[in-house]
């Protein structure tokens, strides 16, 4: 299984992007897939962000950021993106997406055993 994300850039505050994780080696449609994007900005922790699973195209994402994020997901390219709209310099970070066999919940950072590279978003006042 492999994971490549796309989409980050450079953007001024207030500004939108829209992330792409394309997944292959596995069908979301054959199976039930978790896949969770994740930043990691500059001397802190990577923090959990959103997360869908093909078995019931239900999104789950963090409190703080639910209301400018939100998570899709393509059958059809088996690709999962995220949408961060109101961009803020907070949100400068690599993000980083990853899967799983399953379903989103608690462990799902923990477990998962595929993550791509990452993408580098930085947002410039």
């Known amino acids: 299984v492999q994971l490549v994300e796309s989409g980050g850039g450079l953007v001024q505050v207030g500004g939108s992007l829209r992330l792409s994780c394309a997944v292959s080696?596995?069908?979301?449609?054959?199976?039930?897939?978790?896949v969770g994007w994740f930043r990691q900005a500059p001397g802190k922790e990577r923090e959990g962000l959103s997360c869908?699973?093909?078995?019931?195209?239900?999104?789950y994402t963090r409190d703080a950021v639910k209301d400018r994020f939100s998570i899709s997901m393509s059958l059809a390219a088996n690709q999962v993106h995220l949408q961060m709209d109101s961009l803020k310099p907070e949100d400068t970070a690599v993000y980083f997406c990853?899967?799983?066999?399953?379903?989103?919940?608690?462990?799902?950072?923990?477990?998962?055993?595929?993550w791509g590279q990452g993408t580098q978003v930085t947002v410039n006042l």
């Open positions: 080696g596995v069908t979301f449609g054959a199976y039930p897939v978790a």
């Open positions: 990853a899967a799983d066999i399953g379903d989103c919940d608690g462990k799902f950072e923990s477990r998962a055993p595929y």
């Open positions: 869908i699973s093909s078995r019931d195209n239900r999104p």
